[in-house]
């Protein structure tokens, strides 16, 4: 790449090295804009004689086209690419997701100097017309052997992040208490209903039970028949690990323990386990109060039918401090 500065009537083709205001303060035209004819013209009756240009050589790629070919691999799902002024490409959800970031594959990825992408958190939600990632190139040109590397690596790897969709819902919640479950439920579903809202949805089946092994198995099998997206277990006890009354029932239907206890405070009581595809999780205080804790962290994924896996869970603790 080399700049340089032409006449006006010779700039076509070329790309602007500085952005150019009128005299009146507004912009012009943008830096890194490759100029039409039309542009020229412009210039011209904006009584500009010369521009600061420069022009791609050999082995090189616009800075534009980079960002438009990183992009275009970047992500899959429920997602629309927006190019923006000075080398960058945004990607927006096209709708309410859940965001799946492949967090190794994006180090890589921003180890290379030509492109650099930046997202939002992994299992993090996203609402329609909601910026999810953005890729800049560096200015004017990127070296065409750098973005084929990119470019090579996203086709073998797939893509950095995925949007996916949280449609059609359905969260069911079971209320224990030793004594009473409704207690449980007057305690619990309004802070319930105030989580479930931040991403959009709201309680679709709710039961209400007394804390023994008996109730609480044929609650969650009741619950089951429905086919809900996930199960909410709130208790007002705090359990000892799957050999507690709720851990139990788990077994008893048939659930795959898939972790117990989570990097996350609070939240560190966390147990979840599988009825087939249908996750079921205990979380122990994190019923009592609207602020963050570990529900905020795995709803998203759950919600979007996503399996989280235990390793999953063991990684949360990377930004698990949440109060």
């Not at 190139?137 to 990127?142: E, N, Q």
């Not at 619990?188 to 008996?214: C, H, I, K, M, W």
């Not at 809900?228 to 208790?235: H, K, R």
Request: glycine share 8%; with cysteine; proline share 6%.
């Amino acid at each position: 790449m080399k700049a340089q500065t032409v006449n006006v009537v010779e700039s076509a083709g070329r790309i602007l090295c500085c952005t150019i205001f009128r005299s009146g303060g507004r912009k012009l035209l943008s830096k890194g804009h490759i100029l039409s004819e039309d542009d020229v013209r412009l210039l011209s009756t904006e009584g500009l004689g010369q521009v600061w240009v420069t022009e791609l050589e050999d082995g090189e790629v616009s800075e534009d086209e980079a960002v438009s070919q990183v992009a275009a691999e970047t992500g899959c799902g429920c997602l629309e690419i927006r190019l923006a002024a000075g080398g960058r490409a945004n990607l927006f959800a096209t709708e309410d997701c859940c965001l799946l970031v492949d967090e190794d594959l994006l180090r890589q990825i921003n180890c290379i100097a030509s492109t650099v992408i930046a997202t939002s958190s992994t299992f993090s939600h996203a609402r329609a017309d909601q910026r999810v990632a953005t890729v800049k190139s560096a200015p004017f040109a990127v070296p065409k052997a750098q973005l084929e590397a990119v470019i090579a690596i996203l086709k073998e790897r797939g893509p950095i992040l995925q949007a996916r969709p949280i449609r059609s819902a359905a969260v069911a919640v079971l209320y224990t208490d030793p004594l009473n479950g409704e207690r449980a439920r007057q305690l619990f579903e309004p802070v319930v209903r105030q989580r479930l809202e931040r991403f959009g949805v709201a309680p679709s089946y709710a039961l209400a039970s007394t804390e023994d092994d008996e109730p609480v198995t044929r609650a969650l099998q009741h619950l089951l028949r429905a086919r809900p997206t996930s199960i909410l277990v709130a208790s007002t006890s705090a359990p000892a690990g799957p050999d507690d009354v709720v851990g139990r029932a788990m077994a008893r239907i048939g659930c795959h323990l898939e972790r117990f206890l989570a990097p996350v405070e609070p939240g560190n009581l966390f147990l979840l386990a599988y009825k087939e595809e249908v996750p079921i999780v205990s979380a122990p205080g994190c019923f009592r109060s609207p602020k963050p804790n570990v529900l905020d962290l795995v709803l998203p994924p759950m919600l979007a039918r996503y399996r989280i896996s235990g390793w999953e869970v063991a990684c949360l603790g990377h930004g698990g401090l949440l109060g």
